[in-house]
């Protein structure tokens, strides 16, 4: 006890692991101000010449030995999501049933290009899925492959701006039944930032869920993202335009001939390191 208050009272930054992995040390060294290296801009800078790039992987055919069906519908998540980043500045790259390998150097390949003239990016990932991972044509990749190759260590001219990924992928086989309501309807970059920093993740579902998709108009989650963003995207931010999809596709229900299938709800889920608002409007 008297450890713990001698730490306390000198005002170290601990961790709250056990102890650092190859490392006598029982606490990190002493950390510095909170605000010394952050700017207290509000909101991210989206006036560079070019809003930036938006990678969309549109995968519908899979190879028959992994079991994955025909994903029906995904052409109209993918034209839907195409036109909307055109809307909003984004030069689109639209890529159709990429394996694995085709994914990764597709994502390497953008990571090393020149940012310093973009806003922002943005990857939209249309796919089976499970927890922590996206199908590619042949089988499964994991996401944080992916995404960790545009941290700020390994793409620098990204680094302080918005790295957004939205993702259409089951997360696991979990059903939601729903439940009965009675409620009604910069140009002075600071020097240091963690690496994990601005990055946004919106998932379709939940973790551990399935996630919708209609085989004739698309997905519940694209679709309600791309008409919340043609609503929204010159006057609200960038997660209040979110909690707005979540609330719209929270109004959905599954149709299926199967009983275990029908009737069923879906919530998107929202993971985000972004430490600024996103405004798409300068």
Known sequence: MADLKAGLQSGEDVTDAKSFIGSEQKNPPAGKSMDSEILPDDRYKMDYPEM?????????????????????????????????FITLGYKVKLNNDLKCEQILSLLKNVAKEDHSKRSSFACVLLSHGDEGVIFGTDGPLELKILTGLF?????????????????????????????????????????????????LYAYSTAPGYYSWRNSAVGSWFIQSLC????????????????????????????????TEFDSKKQIPCIVSMLTKDVYFSH
């Open 52 to 84: 930036g790039i938006c990678v969309i992987v549109n995968n519908k055919n899979f190879h028959q030995d992994t079991g994955m069906a025909f994903r029906a519908g995904t052409d109209a998540d993918a034209a839907l999501i195409r036109e909307t």
């Open 227 to 258: 008409t919340m963003l043609k609503q929204h995207a010159k006057n609200l931010e960038l997660m209040q335009i979110l909690t707005r999809v979540n609330r719209k596709v929270a109004e959905f229900s599954s149709c299926s001939n199967r």
């Open 151 to 199: 941290k700020g260590q390994r793409c620098k001219t990204l680094v302080g701006k918005p790295k957004l990924f939205f993702i259409q992928a089951c997360r696991g086989t979990d059903l939601d039944p729903g439940i009965e309501t009675d409620s009604g309807p910069e140009e002075g970059m600071c020097q240091r930032i963690p690496i994990e920093a601005d990055f």
